[in-house]
């Protein structure tokens, strides 16, 4: 089984020669780099031309004619893999040695999973660690030992699955659509792929997720006290702007849900495929009332009389308490923080 690792590069010369060395550092060697940049106006093109010419394997670098983002652009790479297993790379990481290994022999040994996803150790721009992983930031818990599980109830209410730690199958590649606007590559590619089957989850650090002030995306702890600073500085327009654009998010993962539903009721034989279905459709009335709590949400802030009444009937049916953090997110409401 070969692997193929598909990174994507912007403005990464500070950063991107520590990951480089990582990947030529593997202790199994991956059949190929594809790689992307969008762009760059540093020294990342030079260094990738480099990379090229001193890697013992495969690095193909695909023309860069215009910008095209980081999901555009991760799904331009995606598509020109040729191995077996497709990983995704960030420019700003490390890897550990063993994590092509780790997670191929994961995958091989789990035959049913679609995809693989290991935890990471958060650290700062000089790689010192910060003393979280990435799973506790996003309050994600699983086994001791890798195994076979269902994500999408996970993914119903939060993105756990980070791309830098990812790996799936080259062969489930024609069933992720293109993203919608909006999404993230990663969470996107999870969704459509934990709709298909089970995934992998690595319980162990093989990524050293660096946290620096120019990257697209990153993580942090949250206290009590900084999400409080952060409600009262939130503008209730932009929230309410933030609402919507996760209904629309919603909106997308239901239409993609459903054709899959569709698809296999009329291929369902078998308890296997009957057992699946039957969670599809729990999980599609999961998303149809988490649309149903925000459309609500939106209509207690927009609400001048009685917003009260509305927050606390919404309370009662538990939405709160399913979707978000309770009362304390009831009362953000009510209040318009």
């Known amino acids: 089984m070969t692997a193929s690792i598909a990174l994507c590069t912007f403005n990464g010369a ?199 002030a120019n990257q697209q995306i990153g993580i942090q702890r949250h206290s009590a006290l900084g999400l409080i600073s952060t409600w009262f500085n939130t503008n209730d327009r932009d929230f309410i702007a933030r609402l919507e654009s996760i209904i629309r998010q919603v909106d997308d993962a239901i239409e993609i849900l459903q054709t899959r539903i569709v698809e296999s009721t009329s291929c369902a034989t078998g308890n296997g495929l009957q057992n699946r279905l039957g969670l599809l459709g729990g999980i599609l009335e999961s998303m149809l009332d988490r649309r149903r709590h925000l459309r609500n949400r939106i209509a207690i802030r927009q609400t001048r009389i009685l917003n009260l009444k509305s927050a606390v009937v919404e309370l009662g049916s538990g939405r709160y308490r399913h979707f978000g953090n309770g009362t304390m997110t009831a009362l953000r409401d009510w209040l318009r923080l």
């Open 14 to 212: 500070a950063y991107l020669p520590a990951q480089l060395q990582s990947i030529l550092g593997q202790s199994l060697p991956p059949l190929e780099v594809v790689v992307r940049d969008d762009g760059s106006s540093d020294e990342t093109p030079e260094i990738l031309e480099r990379f090229q010419r001193e890697a013992p394997f495969s690095v193909r670098l695909l023309e860069s004619n215009n910008r095209l983002g980081s999901t555009k652009n991760f799904e331009r790479v995606i598509a020109e893999c040729k191995g077996d297993y497709i990983f995704l790379a960030d420019q700003d990481d490390v890897w550990h040695p063993d994590k092509l290994q780790r997670i191929t022999d994961t995958l091989q040994t789990h035959s049913k999973a679609c995809f693989a996803f290991s935890n990471a150790q958060a650290v700062d721009p000089t790689l010192a660690p910060l003393g979280f992983t990435l799973w506790s930031a996003v309050r994600f818990v699983a086994e001791g030992k890798p195994s076979e599980t269902e994500l999408l109830p996970e993914l119903v209410h939060r993105n756990v699955v980070t791309g830098a730690t990812m790996c799936f199958r080259s062969a489930l590649r024609e069933s992720i659509p293109p993203a919608p606007d909006g999404w993230v590559h990663d969470h996107w590619i999870a969704w459509c792929l934990s709709i298909i089957g089970p995934s992998v989850c690595v319980n162990e650090c093989l990524v050293q997720y660096r946290q620096h």
